[in-house]
């Protein structure tokens, strides 16, 4: 009888759970839209980052050692992300300044900084509304590679993208 009972109690579990309703798709959650509402199928969201390509079409930049300054990779890369965000006006982001693991703390969050306002300052020039990017640095503190020499400091050197609001 117990067997009974508790096969039953697990089938409508069951059932339960294989009718529950779906989320319904929202494009603003799957994908990044465009002024023109088409979804470019690329993913954008909340708290998604240009690390980890959830940040939409926002891709990371980055640094040679020990500057600030952009290359023409980095430029480019910016123009992309910058007509990304004036067509997708509603996205607010946070630049986040990252250092490779060379060079004292202090040092490596002052130099996180000033790659994180250069990127902000490039985005602003290129008509990006100032109020919706937001800087933060973590100097040598969230690496991205894991080990001691150039391959992995190179893609420690970054700036990369936090989406804020959508």
Wanted: with cysteine; hydrophobic share 35%.
């Amino acid at each position: 009888m117990f067997t009974r009972a508790f096969f039953t109690t697990l089938m409508v579990g069951f059932l339960a759970v294989g009718c529950a309703s779906k989320k319904p798709n929202n494009s603003q959650d799957a994908g990044a839209d465009g002024a023109d509402g088409a979804n470019s199928g690329l993913t954008l969201e909340l708290s998604g980052d240009s690390d980890s390509n959830t940040a939409g079409g926002l891709q990371t930049v980055f640094f040679d050692f020990n500057s600030s300054n952009l290359g023409s990779s980095a430029k480019q890369k910016l123009d992309e992300n910058a007509n990304f965000l004036k067509s997708n006006k509603t996205v607010d982001i946070q630049v986040e300044g990252h250092a490779d693991e060379r060079g004292g703390r202090q040092y490596n969050l002052a130099l996180g900084e000033r790659r994180a306002k250069t990127v902000r300052d490039y985005l602003v020039a290129r008509g990006v509304e100032a109020k919706r990017i937001s800087t933060i640095s973590y100097g040598n503190e969230r690496p991205v590679a894991e080990g001691h020499d150039e391959s992995a400091w190179s893609k420690n050197r970054r700036a990369n993208f936090v989406v804020t609001a959508k």
